[in-house]
């Protein structure tokens, strides 16, 4: 089998894996940010919108390792704006090779913000004003996601660890995107491999799915 053979073997297994598990549909938009030839690749939406790369340059991408911000002013914008995903039916994931950067985020104020943080623990905020502490490490290298489907409280995933965190749904009037690597204001350093954006699902799953892409495409490329 080629490289590229085995490359395609492990998206399409990734597609028909959550399409199984039934949460295909409940992903909106979603990059695999490793694997391809460039940075040009990374940044072809796996589906969804195509996000744009703020001030990145051709050394910030590693087929294995993936796409890196070293801070300001590198950040992924996703194009997908915060009203394009129910207030009660969202979800937020990465999975981060490196660093300790902020995920998933709308570049206003904090208020009614999503702010993933990897850290130990699990910590941050999806769509909520307070910030909330979850369990399980979500120190790099790992994936980490928030998802929520009622008011009052939102999962957390980090790694194979669930938790429950407290945090009441605000819905404010903003115009903002979904970033990678920005919140507000601030700009996070790490490297990111995936993130996806949309409707509610089980993060459980999903964690399964992408451990097992990001594994494929690793053992693809010599």
């Given at each position: 089998m080629t490289q590229i053979q085995s490359l395609v073997e492990a998206f399409d297994a990734f597609i028909v894996g959550c399409e199984n598990d039934g949460i295909w549909d409940n992903i909106t938009s979603s990059c695999v940010l490793m694997g391809w030839s460039n940075i040009s690749g990374c940044l072809t939406p796996f589906k969804g919108v195509r996000p744009s790369g703020i001030s990145f340059v051709?050394?910030?991408y590693n087929r294995e390792l993936g796409?890196?911000?070293?801070?300001s002013p590198k950040f992924i914008d996703t194009n997908v704006n915060i009203s394009d995903v129910p207030l009660l039916d969202c979800h937020v994931s990465t999975y981060l090779s490196s660093g300790i950067g902020g995920v998933g985020s709308i570049p206003?104020?904090?208020t009614g913000a999503t702010l993933l943080v990897f850290s130990d623990p699990l910590a941050g905020r999806l769509r909520n004003t307070n910030y909330a502490v979850g369990s399980g490490s979500?120190?790099?290298p790992s994936?980490?996601?928030f998802a929520r489907s009622n008011n009052?409280?939102?999962s957390g995933q980090a790694n194979n660890i669930s938790s429950v965190l407290s945090g009441t749904a605000v819905n404010i009037a903003?115009?903002?995107n979904y970033s990678v690597f920005r919140q507000s204001?601030?700009?996070?350093?790490?490297?990111?491999?995936f993130y996806s954006v949309g409707e509610y699902l089980d993060l459980s799953l999903l964690r399964t799915r992408v451990d097992t892409l990001i594994s494929g495409i690793q053992n693809a490329i010599p």
């Open positions: 051709s050394g910030d796409l890196t911000s070293t801070g206003t104020t904090s979500a120190l790099a994936f980490a996601g009052l409280l939102f903003v115009n903002g204001t601030n700009i996070y350093a790490g490297t990111a491999l």
